[in-house]
């Protein structure tokens, strides 16, 4: 049997590979992982999903932004299907922007335990200010508490 087939079915991905639905609420359910095959190194992982929506939670208005998320993982890695669904979740969902990026980062430390994790939020000027809200979190009690300080401080 194939390799990655034989891996998929260890970490009992149901989203890649499959017929994909699109949720229109929002669906944190929908996050799978991995195991990471690379736990004895640190490196980082970055996506960049520039087609973002949400609403505004008082007009309706639709929201556009470009969501970056940075991330070291340690034992378990989010799917980047599963990914792509549950950001696309938001598209009918109402939240203030900074509300949206604490919501990812939060559901990912949830759903992975990184050792570190950082998300940023383009949003898209509407009434001619744009808003670009930044989280991060680092293990507590490690060095990659020190290191979300250390970013936190200098972000930009």
Known sequence: MNESVTNRAADRLQALGSRTVYRDDYAPEVLETFENRHKDNDYWVKFN?????????????PDFAEIVISYIPDVRMVESKSLKLYLFSFRNHGDFHEDCVNIIMKDLIRLMDPKYIEVTGLFTPRGGISIHPYANYGRPGTEYETLAARRFASHQ
């Open 49 to 61: 999903c520039p087609e973002f929506t949400s609403l505004c939670p008082i007009t309706g208005q």
